[in-house]
């Protein structure tokens, strides 16, 4: 089905499923946004999304957000959503309307560096590894609020929630949990009142699970796959 549908049609699927989940959870459909990942894609399959009235997109390099963003109109939004090296930091500018991987102090440190040096307040989301997955990035849940107590001390950046990926080859069931206790990680903490933090939102779910995702609270999907097709 992925290689004979087109972008549009796929992107159209994607979109029922999304809302298919929100009446399933009684959630607001306002409150949910798609990110169109468009990873090792080219130019024309974004161009061919945007047509289909995608505007949000994420990138996981910086170095494809700098060969694809000049290309696109400019009423597109762009997420960066792969880790971050602190040495690309630099290459960023005010275009990028959220960082999902702020996960260590040294990025942290970087970007209130960069954001002052430049004028840029960025946006920002602390990726939690939930799963404890050695193989992923991220924070790990009971680190998180040292990390946000020193968010108030670097106010050119500002924490809008908080961002996991599922563990590789987990169970259906296993990422539910995971999502779930990213969720409750999140209610617990905004219980308490950083300075820079508003944890509002919420990235997880991908093209094999964002249904799970929005059943459990997620605000923001990154799907890549659903929509574009395999990686070229």
């Known amino acids: 089905m992925l290689a004979k549908a087109g972008i549009e049609q796929r992107l159209m699927e994607v979109r029922q499923r999304i809302n298919q989940a929100v009446e399933r959870s009684n959630r607001d459909p306002s409150t949910i946004r798609l990110l169109a990942v468009s990873k090792t894609q080219s130019v024309s399959g974004l161009e061919e999304a945007y047509r ?8 996981n390099r910086v170095q494809e957000w700098l060969e694809k963003a000049p290309s696109l109109p400019s009423d597109c939004e762009w997420h960066l959503v792969g880790r971050l090296q602190t040495n690309k930091v630099k290459y960023l500018d005010q275009n990028v309307t959220m960082i ?3 996960d260590r102090f040294p990025l942290l440190e970087t970007l209130n560096n960069q954001g002052e ?3 840029i307040i960025w946006t920002a989301l602390v990726q939690v590894n939930v799963a404890r997955d050695p193989a992923k990035a991220g924070l790990m849940p009971e680190e998180v609020p040292d990390f946000l107590n020193s968010v108030g001390e670097c106010p050119y950046v500002k ?3 908080l961002m996991t990926i599922g563990a590789l080859g987990a169970s259906l069931t296993e990422t539910h949990g995971y999502f779930r206790q990213l969720r409750e990680l999140r209610d617990t903490l905004q219980s308490q009142k950083w300075p820079g933090v508003d944890l509002q939102e919420l990235s997880m779910g991908m093209s094999q699970d964002f249904e799970l995702a929005i059943e459990e609270g997620a605000t923001l999907v990154r799907v890549g796959r659903q929509i574009f097709g395999e990686r070229e």
Do not use: K, N
């Open 52 to 59: 289909a009235g995608q505007r949000a997109f994420a990138e």
């Open 117 to 119: 040096r430049r004028g």
């Open 159 to 161: 924490v809008q929630g």
């Open 100 to 102: 999902h991987s702020l």
